[in-house]
């Protein structure tokens, strides 16, 4: 059984536009996913394509005026706000997107301490420092004393010592060295390899293909594709979704292909949201939207993916 499943999930956001008038922003539409215990999947999208609300929905941390539909389990329960409250830092953790989740002032050893459920919190950390190759004296420095780096690591200890079943990793990488984002990325494989189930969010698809197992692919407030991570080689014909193989031909290393036009937002059109993008969409693609369905060991959301 999946440690997380998120099924036919969907966020709006209410918003007053003018004194009494309200409108209902849909972002997030029909999403369905699951994390396997010891398995990462990798989140990928562009910005804007609601790959952090996906995480902030599952944590319970979305704003007063969102409203969610569609269920999301934790170890076969249904997730509701109390036990939200409940898992989140301990079986739930978050490795947050950027480093100013880390208190100022206070020092990051204890810092760290405070996150640990079981066992003698400053055993755990010192323990957890060793392993991610922090030196004895960093437990008494500030946040603003380390490298980018440096944090990075006290973010994941934070999270290991946690002891959580589940992590959620939002953008761990953004503006690293290329060799800190990589030891950042197999950290998290660390992690998977000790049976905890990673969520991985990120825009960079070429650092998380180091360790993901499957990738769900994001566009426009769902997720168009599901697929292995091995499907993401040669020339991308294996993958199922004509934006899944774009991306794949965006990066450097490849066609360098850049993908036209702007990404909608969503609800924004009828029919396939990639359609005024797409280089094979049809008459018929502007009508209805697609549904998620299997296809040669992954899912897609295409009509015409073979």
Not at 156 to 176: H, Q, R, Y
Not at 195 to 211: F, K, P, R, T, W
Not at 254 to 266: L, S, V, W
Request: proline share 7%; hydrophobic share 40%.
């Amino acid at each position: 059984m999946p440690i997380l499943e998120v099924d036919d999930l969907s966020v709006s956001f209410t918003q007053y536009t003018g004194r009494f008038r309200q409108t209902t922003m849909r972002v997030l539409l029909g999403m369905s996913l699951d994390v396997g215990k010891g398995e990462i999947v990798a989140v990928i999208g562009a910005s804007g394509s609601g790959k952090s609300l996906l995480a902030h929905a599952i944590l319970g941390i979305l704003p007063g005026n969102a409203v969610v539909e569609g269920a999301i389990r934790f170890d076969g329960e249904t997730l509701t706000p109390r036990r939200q409250e409940a898992l989140r830092g301990k079986h739930i953790a978050l490795v947050p997107q950027s480093v100013n989740y880390l208190d100022p002032l206070m020092r990051v050893g204890a810092q760290v301490r405070s996150s640990v459920q079981s066992g003698d919190p400053i055993a755990e950390q010192r323990k957890a420092f060793e392993r991610y190759r922090l030196a004895p004296d960093v437990e008494k420095r500030y946040p603003h004393q380390l490298s980018g780096g440096m944090a990075r690591r006290v973010l994941v200890s934070a999270a290991t010592v946690s002891g959580a079943k589940l992590l959620i990793a939002d953008e761990p990488t953004p503006g690293l060295d290329p060799a800190i984002v990589l030891e950042t990325v197999l950290q998290l494989k660390e992690l998977a390899d000790r049976g905890a189930g990673v969520l991985l969010i990120s825009h960079d698809l070429e650092s998380a293909l180091h360790v993901a197992d499957r990738v769900a692919v994001f566009y426009a407030g769902t997720i168009v594709e599901i697929a292995p991570a091995g499907d993401f080689s040669q020339d991308g014909q294996r993958l199922r979704h004509p934006y899944s193989r774009a991306l794949w031909r965006a990066l450097p290393q490849n066609e360098f292909e850049p993908i036209p036009g702007r990404q909608p937002h969503p609800g924004e059109l009828p029919g396939c949201l990639f359609a005024p993008r797409c280089g094979i969409a049809t008459a018929e693609c502007g009508t209805d939207r697609p549904v998620m369905r299997e296809l040669r060991g992954g899912k897609a959301r295409c009509i015409h993916a073979t």
